[in-house]
């Protein structure tokens, strides 16, 4: 059986008669030791530099021995994990456009064949895509050949090209919780450390047949085309929140008509992403929306993969060529390598093009839904104690909070993570609250319920809602009722634009956390430590932050929060308690109100220390000297004398 290629795109899946490691040239442990010190293991994923060349830019396939064998290693643990729970675990596999991820997944595959996991492998597929997948297969009964009990996905998200990892998950179509995930990494962390893993791994690799690796890696195909029509009934009901056909039609068609009527067009710049082999063109043209398509083939990365800043001016300027000629072009979008996250690029009424600040992004989102709630009568409960919750990480603007507050919802935080966000949001609807609308602010993009990960369509969809629901027999537009629910109803006009929603949101100055200022390199490995001595530096320039706020608003006091997981909890005077996780810092004004914060936290998947500001009004200045004095006493922290 020779090298097997994927039909849709050439490239290769994998050799089944290739021994993937040589049992006779193993890595040695210095050498399993060098590959292992940069795994980063967090609930969101694991990660590290998988490209052989060590280059994190490197478009190469080659992934090194050591490597392959700590790849399987996952395998193997989560193998462990799936056969724990399940008599005959069955698990999908897919990858995002990385050219590593082929190989990675051959390993693994291996791997779960020889420990007993049958495995439905769909290449090359979007991550909403593949746990969308799951979700809808897991309800199967059990039996059904289509079941399957979780998933593994290869990715390293936003991470430059030769980095690569992986996600694992159950059929509730998201990542594994913190609680999950923890021991899963102790696992890993063990096995890697194993002089005797090497060989065990190899061996593992060479017991399937041949002719069952081939018969999966061939079956790829197949294994994607029903991917991609569980995501496409999936988005269906995530964009309509109805359940029956009828009822997602009804609600589809009124939003398609309301697109079609104002021939609105979108730019998807897809950015090589494995977005680019998903359901994007057909689901936008199907809702009434033009669809011009843009760096629309897989691996064909024209900039860098995080969709912040200068990855957007590409979408930027294809939407105004595109609006000089349509002026019904007013939208564009960019995906993160796996397709989870996506930034929004919007078209002003001056013709010019301006990316959103993935804040503004999920401000707009949760605008639309909780409009959308109040719409359909949810914050009228007659007395049955349900409460509408949006749930939000740590890093999340307080323009969120004003917008809820505005339609009678409450806002919960958790810590920085999606998976802490995910499991928050799921606990509160299991405690009877309504939570349609969840997601990590700072990163831009939304999950919208019954979704258990970020998906840029949800949040294109979102958007949609507001510019084209406008008012019918079942109610006022969406905006009209931001508008009056915020006491501006008079301000209402039936011909407003974009231009008037995003003008019309609270105003806050926020920090990316994707600026090259809000991402430090600290020495202190001890962040519970550095958080004490950081609340002394912060109280000796608590006079210098009390002036820098004094043109805007009063502060009168603070206040220290700390999230770890779905938790969060006010602090006392030791910070350090917040170990690892999030540490908020809320300025009070006289009646005790926050009017502005400042964040911290170590990244869980990247090397950095994570550090912002966000400010209640318009002036970039009192961001910039918030965000300076705290890292001043971070950096005063970082340096004890």
Known sequence: MALITHPGTGFAVGDPEKLLLDPDALPSSSEMAAAAKPLILSASGWRKVFAASGDEDALAEDVSPADLVVAGAMA?????????RFSAPRVALGIDSRPTGPRIADAMLRVFLARGVEVRYAFMVAAPEL?????????????D?????????????????????????????????????????????????????????????????????????????????????????????????????????????????????????????????????????????????KVKAVNAAPREFAHRIVPEGASLDDCRVELEIAARSDPGFVLGYVPDCDGDRGNLVRLERSGAAVALEAQEVFALSVLSELAGLAREGAFRDGGSGRRVIVVANDATSMRVEAIARAFGAEVARAETGEANVVGLARKLREEGNIVRILGEGSNGGNITHPAAVRDPLSTLVSVLK?????????????????????GRGEAYRPDFDLDDIVASLPAFVTTSVFEPRAALTVREADHASLKRRYREAFLERLPRVREACSACFEIDAFRALATNGIVERELGEDWGESGRGGLRVQLLDGAGSPRAFLWMRG??????????????????????????LHVEALRAADTPS
């Open 145 to 289: 050949e289509g079941r399957l009990d979780g998933f593994c996905y290869v990715s390293a998200s936003h991470n430059p090209p030769g980095h690569n990892g992986v996600k694992f998950g159950l059929g509730s179509g998201g990542v594994l919780d913190g609680a999950e995930a923890g021991p899963l990494a102790d696992a890993l962390r063990t096995a890697l450390a194993d002089p005797a893993t090497p060989a065990r791994v190899a061996a593992l690799m060479a017991m399937p047949e041949p002719a069952d690796i081939g018969r999966e890696l061939s079956a790829c195909a197949a294994r994607k085309r029903r991917a991609r029509s569980a995501y496409l009934l999936f988005a269906r009901r995530v964009a309509s929140d109805r359940e029956e056909l009828e009822d997602q039609e009804r609600v589809l068609d009124a939003l398609a008509a309301g697109a079609s009527s104002r021939a609105y067009g979108v730019v998807a710049e897809m950015n090589g992403s494995a977005r680019s082999l998903s359901i994007d063109i057909d689901f936008l043209e199907a809702l009434g929306l």
């Open 603 to 628: 990244s869980g998947t990247e090397p950095v220390f994570r550090v912002m500001a966000d400010a209640e009004g318009s002036d970039p200045a009192l961001e910039e000297r918030l965000l300076a």
């Open 466 to 486: 507001l510019l084209c629901v406008r008012g019918d027999a079942e109610g006022p537009g969406l905006f009209r009722l931001w508008l009056e629910a915020t």
């Open 76 to 84: 193997e643990v989560f193998a462990d994990f799936m056969i724990a």
């Open 131 to 143: 746990m969308a997948w799951t979700r809808e297969a897991a309800l199967l009964p059990a039996g």
